[in-house]
């Protein structure tokens, strides 16, 4: 993985915390119903990522880590 690749990929891990914070704002009873279900989330995506840092395949770690980041910003 280059430079450029990880770069990029740590601004759009970075873009989850505002649209996790948007989802926050827009979804209240949503979330407060269904904050089970996003615990749950929040792990499986970590282990994932977990996953992808042993598989070696960034476009797995980043995506589940995204999935982690707006999902734990909206709790």
């Known amino acids: ?3 450029a690749t ?4 740590i ?11 948007l989802l926050a704002k827009y979804t ?8 089970k ?4 989330l929040i792990a499986v995506s970590l282990f994932f990522s977990i996953v992808g840092i042993f598989m070696k395949n960034d ?3 980043f995506s589940f ?3 982690a980041i707006v ?3 909206s709790l």
């Open 6 to 9: 990880f770069f990029i990929g």
């Open 65 to 67: 880590l995204f999935i």
């Open 37 to 40: 279900w996003f615990k749950i």
């Open 59 to 61: 476009f797995i770690i």
């Open 1 to 3: 993985m280059g430079f």
């Open 71 to 73: 999902s734990s910003r």
């Open 11 to 21: 601004l759009i891990l970075l873009l989850g915390i505002p649209i996790g914070d």
């Open 28 to 35: 209240k009873e949503e979330l407060k119903q269904g904050r």
